[in-house]
């Protein structure tokens, strides 16, 4: 296999890593076989490249939903707290979605 497609493989596994809840599904939406992907998994290079891919996911959510809870108290004026409650009930559920998912994929590889 050439760089070039390593690379791609590389994207298509970590994007599915990222979205699907076993290394089993995620090598099926990636085209690739589950050993591939738990062979690809303990690769280092690819360890950091889904790490990366991994903050940069959360790091985008907590963004988004931190530009959606000040919007919302904007609307709200600052009445009550339920804005604020309302955000950390958000950001709590993208956390654990993120992490349940990449806590998963690395049960189904055998890694903790």
């Known amino acids: 296999m050439t760089q070039q497609g390593k690379t791609r493989l590389d994207e298509r596994l970590i994007a599915a890593l ?6 089993s599904a995620a090598a099926r939406a990636a085209g690739v076989s589950p050993r591939t992907a738990q062979r690809r998994m303990r690769d280092a290079e690819f360890e950091e ?5 991994k903050v940069r996911l959360v790091s985008e959510t907590t963004s988004r939903l931190t530009a959606n809870a000040v919007g919302q108290a904007k609307r709200c004026g600052g009445r009550g707290n339920g804005a604020q409650e309302d955000f950390r ?13 990449h806590r998963n994929a690395s049960l189904d590889a055998g890694v903790l």
Request: hydrophobic content about 25%; some cysteine.
């Open 18 to 23: 990222l979205s699907k809840p076993t290394v």
């Open 49 to 53: 490249k889904f790490r990366d891919a």
């Open 89 to 101: 009930q958000q950001k709590g559920d993208a956390r654990r979605a993120c992490c349940s998912g």
